[in-house]
């Protein structure tokens, strides 16, 4: 798989360069306090663990020897300890907690910014190069987060236990540390070489679990016209077959971590026994107290712990490390994306009009031209009618116009985006208000209720306003239907006023007298209007233009 063999120091650099934007961003003092607070806490938990450890001694020294005194004495510096341990680690907790979810919101805000940058989900989307790039920035930036950060938490605290009970194992029998030193390395190399398979595992199963959910979103998004066509077999053949995919990779996943299991269950019970094995006889010997036996067992056990990291976390570690290469494979395709936009088309968004210069398109499938140096400028209030030989040479205008990059040469001049408006084929509408779809969010002066109505009854949309009200949040593109969708886009229109607006094959959608009355209410209002259609009742346009089968053009008054 190509994505899991991103270079570690690309990885690694990635990763740094993201920590440091993090730091120096607008929450990066917040996110240095928490930090600053996780250090001390950690600090202070670890040495409650060393202090634990030498009460315990002692508290198992005074039973031995039946010192009921020393007894009572030590069983409160227990509950002391017990208590501040509890403390500490509760808000380690909840600091880690709150560091990840700024951390999360961060990262999240700023993937999906460079997402809906400069068409980068729509390339992303018609190259197919990366899959699911949703579940990339929404699970995979979340576990990406807290895990990291868990991570590096374990990483710093098992080097402060080492630091703190290596003296103590030392202080015992330099031998134990030694032991626990080889075994953690030992089982940390067999760990590594049994549970290999599970990072490319891992990163297929978070594929085919979103593979399996993007077809669930495919049957509800298209229940009716999987009903009305009769395809409900095939969508429950082709979900059957996601399942089995994920079914069976897990599979193998559960057996990978079986075999894992075995060792890391026997690895982790010969611990509690190897330092009794090895203190036993100088306790036998009468060299040490009984209590020594017991904080021994406690320090060898805190510091293979802590050398056997990946032994423990090796799950999660593998789980990680796939979503490490998921979220590397999300940046390398949203940087490709930017770079190969592979057009010599130019766009100058300053102008007032919307004109052409040379515009020459060429085909993505065949490299034949669409169209050949088209130069021509819309008048102020003009209504144009666009037709074509080929129906990709509409659609093709269109998306030039609209900055999709397409292969071709020449020059755009157009209004700046709040200034031209884009009505394709196919309408749009995200999750929201009527108020928000309708009213522009940089509109100057507030737009009444009642004016709104009015404008949405002139273009026969009067049960929307009823049903959904203005401020309540509506899945538009469910509760309406495609004509609808259209006209409200176009009513929209008239409350932004651009200067200029496209339109694709609206008439299919609304009908010619509707859209005729649209257009004229649209130059009216001192909006030019490009409609790329097919040719009727012409004496309605203001100009026509031709788009011929082998690229050529013609711009003519109607007759």
Partial sequence: MEELRTPFKVTAGRFLRSVRIFMSSEVGGAAKLLTASLVALFLVINGLNVLNSFVGRNFMTAIADRQIAEFARQAVFYLLVFAGSTIASVYARFTEERLALTWRDFLTRRAVNLYLTDGAFYRLGVSGELSYPD?????????????????????????????????????????LFAVAFIYAACGSLLTIWLGR????????????????RTGLIQARENAERIILTGSESRMKSFLASRIDDLVTNFRSITSVNRNVGFFTT????????????????????????????????AAFAMLVGAFSLIINQFNSISNFAAVVARLNMLLEAIENSQQR????????????????????????????PLLQELTVAIPPRARVLVTCAREDQGSALFRATAGVACPGSGRIFRPAAERIRFLPQQSYFPTGTLRQLIVPSDASTEIPDEQTSLLLAEFGLERIS?????????????????REQCLLMLASVCVAKPDVILLERAEVMVGWDTLFRIMTRFANDGIAC???????????????LDLGDSGGWQWRKPT
Avoid: C
Wanted: no cysteine; aromatic share 10%; net charge negative.
């Fill in 135 to 175: 579940q990339r920035i929404s699970e995979d930036i979340r576990a990406f987060t807290v895990t990291t950060l868990s991570f590096l938490l374990m990483i710093f605290s098992s080097g402060l236990t080492i630091l703190s009970f290596s003296g103590v194992l030392l202080s015992i029998n330099p031998v």
């Fill in 197 to 212: 398979p599970l990072i490319k595992l891992n990163y297929d199963q978070l594929d085919k679990e979103a593979s399996f």
């Fill in 266 to 297: 026997g690895y982790n019970w010969l611990i509690q026994i190897i330092p009794a094995l090895i203190v036993a006889p100088a306790f036998f010997r009468g060299d040490i107290e009984f209590g020594v036996i017991t904080q021994s067992a």
């Fill in 341 to 368: 936009v592979g057009s010599d088309i130019r766009i100058d968004d300053t102008s007032e009009g919307l004109s052409y210069e040379r515009l020459t398109i060429l085909s993505e499938w065949d490299g034949l």
């Fill in 466 to 482: 009823k049903a959904e009200g203005f401020q309540q949040e509506v899945e538009w593109h469910t509760s309406l239907t495609q």
């Fill in 530 to 544: 490009v409609h790329i259609g097919s040719a009727a009742n012409i004496s309605s346009y203001d100009a026509i």
